[in-house]
């Protein structure tokens, strides 16, 4: 049996403990923190209250933002906190509740990139038949698929990975990462979780086949538009779609599939800083920052709320 003392709490990776260094990473990770979240929220924003991108393309993006707060928000916070008051402890309610949620949302977004893949496929290599296929029931059908296959995901990972007893409280990443919490295992029911991330992974290869061939078949039509700027538009939308996918499902499996290493170095770090905060960071920019469409409607927002901002304003008599 483990010692209890240790089921009460567990001690998260320092990144220094130099008092400045600390100041620094706080600061670093909260203009992250902000700049990913405001640029997610203004996406929502422009989704929900313009009534000309209420499409299947942006209602995927509104779900992809919300999706990329909350897996930022499971995590980022609690490392600013900590180092903001020079402290290592998470409770070991709130290291489940990260796990839990970090897979949620992480996952979700995964499954739904899949969704987004498939939406470009049928888009561009079926465009008579598009509003048939992707209609406004079938759309929130898949979103919802994506959403309860997600929480599902969290759940079994979740399962699995506190099912064994820990001998140890000390987690050496930055927030409770689950190779790292099964170095802490006592039993053997640790090979519950391992299963699971293998299945997982294998999902997830699924997944990326299916999104390889999407692209094969797009790229195939494309490279048959007459128009250079058609054919321009459509790389432009699938290339970065394509690129973040690649990109999240490498580092996320490098970083569960490989042994995990008893000390913490800066390529573990660098890694899980990829696959946690550079999609969430990304989308906004390469799915709706470059989008003209979306550019016209968060300017159009943008005015409507100076405007208000002045009528209020007038209002007062000083």
Known sequence: ??????????????????????????????????????GNLLIISAVVLDHRLHTPMYFFLMNLAMQDIGTISVIIPKSMANSLMNTRHISYSGCVAQVLFFFFFASSDFFL?????????????????????????ACIQMVASVWFVGLLYGVLHTSGTFATPFCSNVVNQFFCEVPYLLQLACSDLYLIEIGVVVLCVLIGLFCFIFIIIT??????????????????????????????????????????????????????????L?????????????????????????????????????????????
């Open 113 to 137: 990139l899949t969704v987004m893949a498939y939406d470009h496929y049928v888009a561009i290599c079926n465009p008579l038949q598009y509003e048939m296929v992707m209609n406004k029931q």
């Open 1 to 38: 049996m483990f010692n209890k003392t240790f089921a009460s709490e567990f001690l998260l990776l320092d990144f220094s403990e130099v008092r400045e260094l600390q100041l620094l990473h706080f600061t670093v990770f909260l203009v992250l923190y902000l700049g990913i979240v405001s």
């Open 215 to 272: 692209y094969v078949h797009i790229f195939t039509a494309v490279l048959r538009i007459p128009s250079k700027k058609g054919r321009q538009k459509a790389f432009s939308t699938c290339l970065p779609h394509l690129i973040v996918f690649t990109t999240f499902f490498f580092s996320l499996s490098f970083a569960y599939l490989r042994p995990t290493p008893t000390i913490p170095s800066y390529l573990d770090l660098a890694t899980t």
């Open 274 to 318: 990829i696959y946690c905060i550079l999609p969430p960071m990304l989308n906004p920019v390469i799915y709706s920052m470059r989008n003209k469409e979306i550019k016209n409607a968060l300017s159009k927002m943008l005015l409507n709320f100076q405007h208000f901002s002045m009528n209020t304003l007038s209002g007062f008599h000083w």
